[in-house]
T-cell receptor, first 114, second 111 residues
Framework: NAGVTQTPKFQVLKTGQSMTLQCAQDMNHEYMSWYRQDPGMGLRLIHYSVGAGITDQGEVPNGYNVSRSTTEDFPLRLLSAAPSQTSVYFC?????????????FGPGTRLTVT | EDQVTQSPEALRLQEGESSSLNCSYTVSGLRGLFWYRQDPGKGPEFLFTLYSAGEEKEKERLKATLTKKESFLHITAPKPEDSATYLCAVSYQTGANNLFFGTGTRLTVIP
């Protein structure tokens, strides 16, 4: 069981470039989510999914796209990177039974936009 | 406005010196309160879930409690390996497991 995996671990982008952060889980979890973590702020929800083919916006969705074609994968796309998107990004997953199950987090992707 | 506030921001303890971390919340319809531990450069690691006021959970030197407005994470006789940032989060949305996080308490335990 690998749990939640994320790639890449580090990435540097120039303003305006696009890229995809990968997230995969092998626990057959229905729920997957993306958070960003910035100094002095709590983790903030970007997008989430309650199952394959179903996605929705979280607290800070602007500038990001997601899709969920399989249960296992939930990639996060930056369409046109901006310095304000410099952050550490975490993917998480959980079962979705009454919404009470703990989320398992990946190791994170540290993104710098110059 | 829904809010989760953790205090203190940082805490330094001598090894063996017990203390408590606080998480206060102002959300309506709380479905669960979660405690996570985060080590530098790592993702958050799940510790506890609390669902209703009066509930308590323990794990080694950690004990989490919940009231209607706040939760405490009690650390008894801490060791240097307990040094980490402790995050509190609440779930309050029906139909999804979305979490709203506090900013965390950075704990340092000095040998």
């Amino acid at each position: 069981n690998a749990g939640v995996t994320q790639t890449p671990k580090f990435q540097v982008l120039k303003t305006g470039q696009s890229m995809t952060l990968q997230c995969a889980q092998d626990m057959n979890h229905e729920y997957m989510s993306w958070y960003r973590q910035d100094p002095g702020m709590g983790l903030r929800l970007i997008h989430y999914s309650v199952g394959a083919g179903i996605t929705d916006q979280g607290e800070v969705p602007n500038g990001y796209n997601v899709s969920r074609s399989t249960t296992e994968d939930f990639p996060l796309r930056l369409l046109s990177a901006a310095p304000s998107q410099t952050s550490v990004y975490f993917c998480a997953s959980s079962y979705l039974d009454m919404g009470f199950y703990e989320q398992y987090f990946g190791p994170g992707t540290r993104l710098t936009v110059t | 406005e829904d809010q989760v506030t953790q205090s203190p921001e940082a805490l330094r303890l001598q090894e063996g010196e017990s203390s408590s971390l606080n998480c206060s919340y102002t959300v309506s319809g709380l479905r669960g309160l979660f405690w996570y531990r985060q080590d530098p450069g790592k993702g958050p690691e799940f510790l506890f879930t609390l669902y209703s006021a009066g509930e308590e959970k323990e794990k080694e030197r950690l004990k989490a409690t919940l009231t209607k407005k706040e939760s405490f994470l009690h650390i008894t006789a801490p060791k240097p390996e307990d040094s980490a940032t402790y995050l509190c989060a609440v779930s309050y949305q029906t139909g999804a497991n979305n979490l709203f996080f506090g900013t965390g308490t950075r704990l340092t335990v000095i040998p």
